[in-house]
């Protein structure tokens, strides 16, 4: 059982930041929180969903190549959270993300969080 609840969405003006946060709750996380593989992917309407970046429990991160620079993963095991700052956004960030939870072979997925950059 895994449960994944996002925050921090919104509307911002190009160029701008914000800071996403997942927390992350059920007993997989109460017992395995440390080795459970977490990210953040995004989707936009009409696009299939995508990989925003991944971090691993020893800290090891992946970006996809349009957010390296500009966005940053962590993650606090200890609060069972994980966090993306995003900075520098631009309008093609605009989407829906979403926290990630890699549980052996299976992904559970938060509800979203919208995020819009204006122009």
């Known amino acids: 059982q895994v449960q994944l609840v996002e925050s921090g969405g919104g509307l911002v003006h190009a160029g701008g930041s914000l800071r996403l946060s997942c927390a992350a709750s059920?007993?997989?996380?109460?017992?395995?929180?440390?080795?459970?593989?977490m990210g953040w992917y995004r989707q936009a309407p009409g696009k299939q969903r995508e990989l925003v970046a991944t971090?691993?429990?020893?800290?090891?991160?992946n970006y996809a190549d349009s957010v390296k620079g500009r966005f940053t993963i962590s993650r606090d095991n200890a609060k069972k959270m994980v966090y993306l700052q995003m900075n520098s956004l631009k309008s093609e960030d605009t989407a829906v993300y979403y926290c990630?939870?890699?549980?052996?072979?299976?992904?559970?997925w938060g509800q979203g969080t919208q995020v819009t950059v204006s122009t």
């Open positions: 990630n939870a890699l549980v052996r072979t299976t992904y559970y």
């Open positions: 971090i691993t429990s020893g800290g090891s991160t």
């Open positions: 059920g007993s997989i996380f109460s017992i395995f929180s440390i080795n459970i593989m």
